[in-house]
């Protein structure tokens, strides 16, 4: 018997350490491997993520040509709308028109430099800067936009500790114009090959540009030092509030982004009351490589965590692919450039619109006449204003009036005031 609980009692001990042993080797494990294990390259990481964008590029692409094909779209008679006869209709530009009166070859056309485009990009980039120095605006900005109501409960305060705006500008170059379809498709995708065509393909290459647009394609390049550094707290709220607290910096830094920005417009639509639209994306073949620097803890402090650092990358990643990079794009809607009064500027206005600088001027004449004949004010039935100017120009009179002494006299022709006195 007491054999059979000297076994019993050696089993039981046995599982403890050996349960205990494995915890140990799985915690062990978990912080060798997840935490501090070295993170694959920039080029392979690189490399796996355009392999996923261009899969989703190529998805979303098919499935676009499928809807196409399948959905066979017929035009709808516009409605007939009497117009007046005074203002005549030009002819209906077309894609293939505009490209004939610009002599603009979309096959046969040189990728051209953005020298002086990158000067204007340049010069408004360093004016936004130096606006964002201005009373801290974009420090006050990114720290109400960081604290706003969707910060989860987990994390205290976020305050910026670090913001560099960069000093290099972006670098466009090899633009290009192609026709695409309403769907942001190139032609040549659209239809299987090139959109030239060779003898009587005249026809079918009009045909081709028919509802198309014009899209603009360069190649973008900076290399710069975008910094931002955050410190926060993760806090512990269970089992009762603020049961611990663990301090986190994080420091991001966009080192190098290179890729193909497309630009395109979309026209106006009267029916439906649309504006005029720029529409910009990103091409599926960039790259956007970070630097972060990460610290954890307050007094045992883990410094640049690889983990961390993957899971912030990849989540910037995933922002600017699902805001800028196709099949996702950003609308700007323009305003009407036509001219317009309110719209004016220029030297001499006083206001912002084009009424006040009149109604100013208009009231500077008719003062100017005023003081200049006060009698024929006086005459057409003015009295009250007649009687205050003379009044005001009684007072200009008595103020340069003094008494003179015996020993004073005024020059003939001088000005009042300009007396001249004589010591005997």
Not at 326 to 340: D, G, H, M, N, T
Request: proline residues 5%.
């Amino acid at each position: 018997m007491a054999d059979f609980f000297y076994l019993s009692s050696l089993s039981f001990v046995q599982g403890l350490v050996v349960g205990q042993l494995s915890v140990v080797l799985l915690i062990a494990a978990f912080i060798r491997f997840f935490i501090f294990g070295d993170p694959p390259s920039p080029e392979v990481t690189a490399s796996i993520r355009a392999t996923e964008r261009r899969s989703r590029t190529l998805a979303h692409r098919q499935s676009l040509l499928s809807l196409t094909t399948s959905n066979t779209r017929q035009p709808q008679p516009a409605l007939s709308k009497k117009k007046p006869s005074v203002l005549r209709n030009p002819q209906t530009l077309t894609i293939g028109s505009i490209l004939n009166k610009t002599y603009y070859n979309v096959d046969s056309h040189q990728p051209e430099s953005l020298d002086w485009f990158n000067v204007l990009v340049a010069q408004t980039i360093a004016q936004f800067r130096s606006d964002a120095q201005h009373d801290d605006a974009i420090l006050n900005s990114l720290t109400s936009a960081l604290n706003g109501t969707s910060r989860p409960d987990f994390l205290g305060e976020i305050k910026v500790t670090e913001l560099t705006l960069g000093e290099d500008f972006p670098i466009l170059s090899n633009c290009r114009i192609i026709p695409v379809d309403e769907d942001g498709l190139s032609l040549e995708i659209r239809n299987g090959g090139g959109i030239s065509g060779q003898g009587g393909a005249a026809e079918a290459r009009a045909k081709m540009l028919e509802g198309s647009r014009l899209q603009a394609r360069m190649d973008v390049d900076l290399s710069d030092m975008i910094t931002l550094a955050l410190e926060t707290k993760i806090l512990l709220n269970y089992p009762k509030r603020l049961t611990a607290v663990l301090p986190v910096a994080l420091a991001v830094t966009v080192v190098r982004f290179s890729g193909t920005l497309s630009i395109s417009f979309v026209p106006s639509n009267p029916s439906q009351s649309t504006p005029t639209r720029m529409t910009f994306s990103f091409l599926d073949d960039y790259r956007l490589d970070f630097s972060i620097r990460s610290l954890v803890g307050s007094r045992s402090r883990l410094q640049d965590v690889p983990k961390i650092a993957q899971l912030v990358e990849s989540r910037l990643h995933r922002w600017f692919d699902e805001r800028a990079v196709e099949p996702r794009f950003q609308e700007i809607a323009l305003p009407s450039l036509w001219p317009r009064m309110r719209n004016t500027r220029g030297a001499g206005d006083e206001g912002l619109d084009g009424s006040s600088s009149a109604g100013v001027s208009m009231g500077k004449g008719k003062d100017r006449e005023a003081l200049n004949d006060p009698r024929e004010e006086a005459e057409t039935g003015s009295t009250a204003v007649g009687a205050n100017i003379r009044s005001e120009l009684n007072h200009d009179i008595l103020r340069y009036r003094r008494t003179r002494g015996r020993d004073s006299f005024s020059m003939p022709g001088s000005l009042p005031g300009m007396d001249l006195d004589l010591q005997t």
